[in-house]
């Protein structure tokens, strides 16, 4: 059994090695941060992004790291985070590693929202697309068909499977309308709709870093105030339930909250794949525990994030957008899923 | 409720319900039902298939709230009290709960201390000390660090029981604790239940095997169509004509050769003597 430890009045189950796991997960995405900051036009040493972004650097470099380079590091991290949170959440509450929010729809209903307003808008896209009204209209798209998922899946309470099922299905209803959005509209919003799809960080700028940062601390505080009633969800609700919980509320806060997650991280850096699915699924692996781990999580969604976009600009011939990158890593990642529980079934 | 009729439940039946209605969607399963759970003994829900003994355990586990009526669990409505103090009076477990892939046995049976924990206070020495005690009772402390999965059925079910027991309660509901267990490990389950009455616990569960409810318990519940047909001592409850009504089932009703209690002897189409027809 897991030995406890008490400080005064708190006291939590003492496991050494997955706290030694977050503490190098920690150690990786900062420094991964650092190094989306080092690179670009011109290497900063390492040494000196650190002392600028602490407040102690030099004059020549703080308008290149402060101004230019911070933001979308900054963006990287925040969506990583909110990403690898809110997969954590979704597959532990549906029970199934699947149940990530790219494939319960969320991401793509995001999207949908966004292209088209990125392409009824007509000449003004420039304008919008570095405003807060496409991050906001793709949160609003994101929740809106988290909502509808749910609802549609909803029969005398949550199956896994169930909503998994339904979140692919809507999901390609809202890939439809989004092609369908592309192949009608302007040749120039949909070079610029497109780009957006694919999930990048370029381009970042303070406004929308700022708006998602902070809406994801406060649901980063909302989901750690949860983590304790969280836990017996692991069980399902029958078992939750017998332990006191009161699962039908845990489980529509805590949803919310990874849909709302999943929402902001679109509006850092567009609708990046895999990177929910992947994460909590590497960190469970990682930290050898038997559920998502969240803090583990949304580390991992962090370094996933920057790393890929730090290798798609450095070590690839042409500089990609992130998405790119962690759907060339994520899609392996889905079918080795897929082919375990598969291996699983048949034994 | 007033302190005297609280003292007085605490003499009476600990878990009550009273005029219960339950039903899911449009459909009701159960209609104005009355019952009482005596303290300290080994209470059992039989009926047919869909007669609503589950639906009726976890209405009194309040899995389910009634359309109508109360249950009353030491005096009080259970629907006005806190989830968490019903969970520190009363244990739940399910019809085969699963548990997450690789989760370990002392795992499981720590989150049965969940009621008592907080955010802050998510583990002492107490809950250690009970987790300890709940795995040596049902005989699993052995297998601690093994994963759940890995275990066969049976020692699966102790599992459950075990982290039932950490919770602390002594008012148990099990619901169909034998499922998908062969007749040897169902024997062992249930051997482990009377160990709990025993040691003092009230327990109420539902069964599919008469001959096992008749051996296990002290007080039947017989239900069909979601209504009780009949309550009591195994001795008094199971007749031949009772389990026609009941279950539409032909029997013959004989004095166990090995225990107290009377013996089921179901008779089918074929297979029986011609004296027997």
Not at chain 1, 36 to 64: K, N, Q
């Amino acid at each position: 059994m897991a030995p406890g430890v008490r400080l005064g009045r708190v006291s939590f189950v003492w496991r050494p090695w997955p706290v030694l796991v977050t503490l190098l997960l920690a150690a990786a995405a900062f420094l991964v941060f650092c190094l989306s900051i080092s690179f670009g036009d011109f290497t900063i040493a390492l040494p000196r992004v650190i002392a600028t972004i602490t407040g102690r650097g030099e004059r020549v470099d703080e308008f290149v790291i402060m101004d230019l380079r911070l933001p979308r590091a900054l963006a990287g991290l925040v969506a990583g985070i909110a990403l690898g949170l809110s997969g954590a959440i979704t597959q532990s509450l549906a029970r199934n590693p699947l149940a990530s929010p790219d494939v319960l729809g969320i991401t793509t209903g995001a999207g949908a929202v966004a292209v088209f307003l990125v392409t009824v808008s007509g000449g003004t896209t420039a304008a919008i697309m570095s405003s807060v009204g496409l991050s906001a209209a793709a949160l609003a798209g994101g929740l809106g068909t988290g909502v509808l998922v749910y609802v549609l899946a909803w029969r005398r309470g949550i199956d896994g499977m169930r909503l998994v099922l339904i979140g692919i299905s809507v999901s390609a209803v809202m890939q439809a309308i989004t092609n369908w959005l592309l192949v009608t509209a302007d040749i120039r919003d949909v070079a610029r709709a497109q780009a957006w799809l694919v999930g990048s960080l370029a381009d970042r700028t303070w406004n929308e870093v700022w708006v998602a940062t902070c809406c994801g601390l406060a649901l980063l505080a909302v989901v750690a105030a949860a983590s304790f009633q969280f836990k017996p969800m692991h069980f399902g609700d029958e078992i939750a339930a017998g332990l006191g919980v009161r699962h039908g509320r845990v489980r529509a806060v805590l949803l919310l909250c990874a849909v709302l997650l999943a929402g902001v991280a679109v509006s850092a850096a567009g609708p990046v794949p895999f990177v929910a699915l992947v994460a909590p699924q590497a960190a469970m692996r990682l930290a050898r525990r038997p559920t998502p781990p969240l803090v583990a999580s949304g580390l991992v969604g962090a370094l996933l994030l920057n790393g890929s976009d730090v290798l798609a600009r450095t070590a690839l011939p042409v500089a990609l957008p992130v998405g790119v990158v962690t759907a060339a890593i994520g899609g392996p990642f889905l079918v080795y899923l897929l082919v375990r529980a598969n291996l699983r079934k048949a034994a | 409720m007033t302190v005297d009729e609280r003292g007085g439940a605490a003499r009476g039946p600990r878990l009550a319900a009273r005029e219960v209605s339950v039903g899911y969607g449009g459909r009701t399963v159960i209609d104005g039902l009355d019952v009482a759970i005596p303290p300290g003994v080994i209470t059992t829900i039989i009926g047919p298939n869909g007669c609503g003994k589950s639906t009726l355990l976890r209405t009194l586990s309040r899995l389910l709230k009634p359309s109508a009526g109360t249950v009353v669990l030491d005096g009080a409505d259970i629907t006005g009290l806190k989830a968490r103090d019903v969970a520190r009076k009363l244990g739940l477990l399910p019809q085969a709960p699963v548990a997450p892939e690789g989760l370990t046995v002392a795992d499981l049976v720590a989150r049965g201390r969940h009621p008592h924990q907080s955010w802050l206070r998510q583990w002492s020495s107490d809950d250690a000390d009970v987790v300890r005690r709940a795995l040596e009772m049902t005989g699993v402390a052995d297998l601690a660090d093994r994963p759940v999965d890995a275990l066969s059925g049976g020692q699966r079910q102790r599992v459950w029981i075990s982290m039932t027991l950490a919770q602390g309660t002594d008012l148990l509901l099990l619901d169909e604790p034998t499922t998908y267990l062969d007749l040897a490990h169902a024997i062992d389950v249930l051997d482990l239940v009377d160990d709990l009455h025993e040691a003092g616990r009230t327990v109420v569960m539902v069964l599919h095997d008469l001959n096992l409810a008749t051996r296990y318990s002290d007080n039947l519940v017989v239900m069909r169509d979601g209504a009780i047909l009949a309550q009591g001592h195994p001795r008094d409850v199971i007749t031949a004509e009772l389990l026609r009504e009941a279950f539409g089932l032909r029997a013959e009703v004989i004095d166990d050769p090995v225990g107290d209690r009377p013996l089921i002897v179901p008779i089918g189409r074929a297979h029986t003597l011609p004296r027997q027809v």
